[in-house]
Structures are given as C-alpha cells and as structure tokens.
C-alpha cells in the first residue's frame, strides 16, 4: 500500500499543495468529529491537506488597511482547495477505491442549538491524525511551515492506508505557545483562557490548547457582532458593538446572557444571512472555473475600497448571494489563526501590526474608517450610526432563522451518544495523566 500513499502525496503536490499527510483507521480514535463514517459510510482513511494563506493581504487586515485582499484570498484559496480535494477524489476512485471531498467550513452537525458549530469532519483533528500540523494554544493547527495561517482540506476514501508520523500533541504549546500566546489578546473577545489549559483526546493521546470560555464569544467577535476587543485597544472588521460591552467585560459563564446579547445585535444588522451564505456556498460547493474569469487577484485589487468592495459582491453574486452590495466583507475576524506565524519573530510582528491598528468604524456614508483612540471611534459610531430599514432586517430575520434551521437544527442521536461516550473517555484520560503528572 506504500505505494499509494506516495502516488497520493505526489498527485497533491504537482498541484501545489507541499503540506499533505496521511492518517490510517488507527489514527481515527477520538473526539465524534472525528468520525470519517459521519461524513463517508465505510471511510478507512483520511488525506490532509494544508495551502498557507498570502501574507501581504494578512498584514493588510491586520494593519486595518483593507480586509478585501484578505477575504478574496479566502474566497479563491477555498475554491482551489476544494478543486484539488476533487482531483483527488476522482483520481482515486480511478484507482477502484472510494473517496470524497470535504466541505472546508460551516458543514456542522444538527443540534437543537445550531450556533453549537460542531462540525461533521474536523478538519484540524484531521490534519493532526496526519501529522500535518499540531494544536496550538488558540486550538488552531499550527503547521511547521506556515504557523496557523492556513486553509485546511481532507479526502476520505475506504483504502486502508499507512498513517504519516504524528507530531508530538505538545510540539507548539511548550516551546513556540509558552512563549507566546498572542492569539488570546487577538481574539477580541477573549474566547479562551491565557493559562488555564483543557485537552482533546485523540489517537490516545492528549493534545492541549487552551481554555474556552464560551464558544458563542468566538461566534460574536467573528460574525461581526461586537468588534471592541475586551481591552478597548482595537477593534477586528465587525461593523456592530454591543453596547452593554463597552464598558463592562462579558460573563462568560452567564451562558444565556450571551446568547441573547448575539441574537439581539445579529437580528439588527440586515445582512447576517447572506454574509454567512457566502462563506457556507464558497466551502461546500465547487464551481466552475470559468465563472471566476475577470476576478482579480488579491494583489490586483482596485486602489479604492469601494472598488474593493464591488469586486467581492461581484465574487458573491456569481455564486448567487445577493443583498450585501454594502459591505460584501463575510470574515471580519479569525485573528486568532492570522497572527501565528511560523516563528515567534514573525508573529510577533504581525501582532504588533495589530496592536497598533486602532478601530476602525463606519463612518460618513457608512464607509469603514480607520481611527486611533476609543474616543474618536465612539464619536464616530455617535454621529453615523447604522440605518438599516426595518423590512430589510425583518427579511434579513426570516432569511437567517430559515438558513439555520435549514441545514443545523435537529437532533442526533448517533452525536449525541458519541459525545457523552468521548466526554466520559476524556475525563479518565485527564484524571490518570495528572494522577502520573504528565499535565497539570
């Protein structure tokens, strides 16, 4: 089988992709997303894959200058990682094996919470069973090559292949993490612990990042809902804050509380639906390459952000999401990924380019404008505030409440006895290895 293995690696990096790993059936002991069978009935195997994200539009977003480069690379790079997953597939089933794509994001489980955001394949427990990458503090991937600025992807097939070497669950927490941890102060709300660590359980081992709080926190900074990072230095590319927020942290453990301040400030912005429809559209559906001739290249964009923006909502329109002419911008946040470089050198600078952004706020004519301190934000917020009509976020309401139900509501057994049996197998796993003194 060893031979296959390499034509796989082969195939996926004559097109471009250097990081790929492999993870065997063995390697697929852990938490319920990581369960191939969810996604691919009778699935054996897993091939991962990661392509770095453009450096230049990371300090261009991170430096408050523009996020369009930033969010064309991301629209472009998960129509590419997508297009190589079905190569491959394909290639692979000329074989005579069995394979399939995997969305790259927004493919979640059904929950009778659906902001739960539980996917059906994990792609970063993936590439970790690959040895494509490790955990990181903020539990992103970090890969050696690229930090965790990356753009994940997998091809499940039924061939029972030979597992790539794993790096060691603790690769970047001790040495690179320890020294670090820039991502918790660039998540603007704070959505995991700076010290307090908890673990994933997987291919029996115990890979450690750090603690959440409470995963709807994640969901407001990175759907744009309160931009304000908790120490009221800098803001991420949301239009919306949260005004009860400002001047007083968030619980996180007042679960209800927060949930309500998300639905109260996402049920008044007029474009949450379509802003997430691009993101789910662009991971999960592949089209075809001819529908993207006279995109510019991330590099090549107009000089003007309203010439920026018309490039994205044309992007949008071509995959049929229309209504957010405005501010067509669906990833506003993911700091927390696009501060980690490959070197502790090298996140330092793009973290000091994000301590010296500023806020940025919409501004005259509802154009996003640059800052430096909270008083000028606030007074800008104070004399342009957002007019949005009240049918457009009643429509908007109707639209989002409809997407949500659509493909994340119900209620799953199959997950919800793989949950309670993972969380029960955590647990011991915990108590024995602090019993010992491996952690903690």
Same mark, same amino acid.
């Given at each position: 089988m060893r031979g296959v293995e390499g034509e796989i690696k082969e195939f996926v990096r004559d097109r471009g992709v250097e990081v790929v790993g492999i993870a065997g059936p063995e390697r697929l002991d852990g938490p319920p997303s990581l369960d191939l069978d969810y996604t691919m009935r009778g699935a054996r195997s897993v091939v991962s894959m990661a392509l770095p994200m453009d450096i230049p539009p990371i300090y261009d977003f991170l430096s408050k200058k523009s996020p369009a480069p930033h969010n064309l690379d991301q629209f472009l790079k998960y129509q590419r990682m997508q297009r190589i997953e079905k190569e491959l597939?394909?290639? *692979?089933?000329?074989?005579?094996? /069995?394979?399939?794509?995997?969305?790259?994001?927004?493919?979640?489980?059904?929950?009778?919470?659906?902001?739960?955001?539980?996917?059906?394949?994990?792609?970063?427990?993936?590439?970790?069973?690959?040895?494509?990458?490790?955990?990181?503090?903020?539990?992103?991937?970090?890969?050696?090559?690229?930090?965790?600025?990356?753009?994940?992807?997998?091809?499940?097939?039924?061939?029972?292949?030979?597992?790539?070497?794993?790096?060691?669950?603790?690769?970047?927490?001790?040495?690179?993490?320890?020294?670090?941890?820039?991502?918790?102060?660039?998540?603007?709300?704070?959505?995991?612990?700076?010290?307090?660590?908890?673990?994933? *359980?997987?291919?029996?081992?115990?890979? /450690?990042?750090?603690?959440?709080?409470?995963?709807?926190?994640?969901?407001?900074?990175?759907?744009? *809902?309160?931009?304000?990072?908790?120490?009221?230095?800098?803001?991420?590319?949301?239009?919306?804050?949260?005004?009860?927020?400002?001047?007083?942290?968030?619980?996180?453990?007042?679960?209800?509380?927060?949930?309500?301040?998300?639905?109260?400030?996402?049920?008044?912005?007029?474009?949450?639906?379509?802003r997430f429809e691009i993101l789910r559209r662009i991971c999960s559906i592949l089209y075809p390459e001819e529908l993207f001739v006279g995109i510019p290249k991330p590099g090549e964009l107009p000089e003007d952000e309203p010439g920026r923006y018309r490039v994205l909502a044309d992007f949008a329109g071509r995959v049929g999401v229309k209504g957010i002419d405005d501010y067509p911008v669906p990833m506003i946040c993911g700091q927390c990924a696009l501060v980690c470089g490959p070197t502790l050198e090298e996140t330092d600078r793009r973290y000091k380019t994000l301590l010296a952004s500023g806020f940025v706020v919409p501004g005259e004519g509802g154009r996003m404008t640059r800052v430096e301190t909270l008083e000028e934000a606030r007074e800008l917020k104070k004399r342009y505030p957002p007019r949005v009509g009240t049918m457009k976020k009643v429509k908007d309401t109707a639209a989002t409440a409809l997407l949500w139900h659509r493909h994340y509501f119900g209620l799953e057994p199959r997950s919800i006895y793989q949950a309670a049996r993972y969380k029960r197998r955590l647990k011991k796993a915990v108590e024995k290895a602090r019993r010992v003194g491996r952690h903690g």
């Amino acid at each position: 089988m060893r031979g296959v293995e390499g034509e796989i690696k082969e195939f996926v990096r004559d097109r471009g992709v250097e990081v790929v790993g492999i993870a065997g059936p063995e390697r697929l002991d852990g938490p319920p997303s990581l369960d191939l069978d969810y996604t691919m009935r009778g699935a054996r195997s897993v091939v991962s894959m990661a392509l770095p994200m453009d450096i230049p539009p990371i300090y261009d977003f991170l430096s408050k200058k523009s996020p369009a480069p930033h969010n064309l690379d991301q629209f472009l790079k998960y129509q590419r990682m997508q297009r190589i997953e079905k190569e491959l597939a394909d290639h *692979l089933e000329s074989l005579g094996l /069995r394979a399939k794509a995997a969305p790259l994001s927004a493919d979640y489980r059904r929950s009778p919470y659906v902001f739960s955001t539980r996917p059906a394949l994990s792609l970063r427990f993936a590439a970790i069973a690959a040895g494509v990458g490790a955990q990181g503090w903020s539990g992103n991937v970090m890969t050696k090559e690229y930090g965790a600025a990356i753009y994940l992807g997998a091809v499940l097939t039924d061939a029972v292949l030979e597992s790539d070497p794993m790096l060691e669950p603790d690769y970047f927490i001790e040495e690179h993490c320890a020294r670090c941890r820039r991502c918790v102060n660039a998540c603007p709300s704070r959505m995991f612990e700076g010290k307090e660590d908890e673990f994933v *359980l997987s291919s029996g081992r115990l890979h /450690r990042r750090g603690r959440r709080r409470n995963i709807d926190l994640c969901n407001i900074s990175c759907f744009g *809902l309160h931009s304000l990072s908790l120490d009221r230095k800098s803001t991420n590319w949301g239009l919306n804050w949260i005004e009860d927020w400002v001047e007083t942290e968030p619980d996180p453990s007042r679960k209800m509380l927060t949930l309500w301040a998300m639905l109260q400030r996402g049920l008044t912005t007029g474009n949450s639906a379509p802003r997430f429809e691009i993101l789910r559209r662009i991971c999960s559906i592949l089209y075809p390459e001819e529908l993207f001739v006279g995109i510019p290249k991330p590099g090549e964009l107009p000089e003007d952000e309203p010439g920026r923006y018309r490039v994205l909502a044309d992007f949008a329109g071509r995959v049929g999401v229309k209504g957010i002419d405005d501010y067509p911008v669906p990833m506003i946040c993911g700091q927390c990924a696009l501060v980690c470089g490959p070197t502790l050198e090298e996140t330092d600078r793009r973290y000091k380019t994000l301590l010296a952004s500023g806020f940025v706020v919409p501004g005259e004519g509802g154009r996003m404008t640059r800052v430096e301190t909270l008083e000028e934000a606030r007074e800008l917020k104070k004399r342009y505030p957002p007019r949005v009509g009240t049918m457009k976020k009643v429509k908007d309401t109707a639209a989002t409440a409809l997407l949500w139900h659509r493909h994340y509501f119900g209620l799953e057994p199959r997950s919800i006895y793989q949950a309670a049996r993972y969380k029960r197998r955590l647990k011991k796993a915990v108590e024995k290895a602090r019993r010992v003194g491996r952690h903690g």
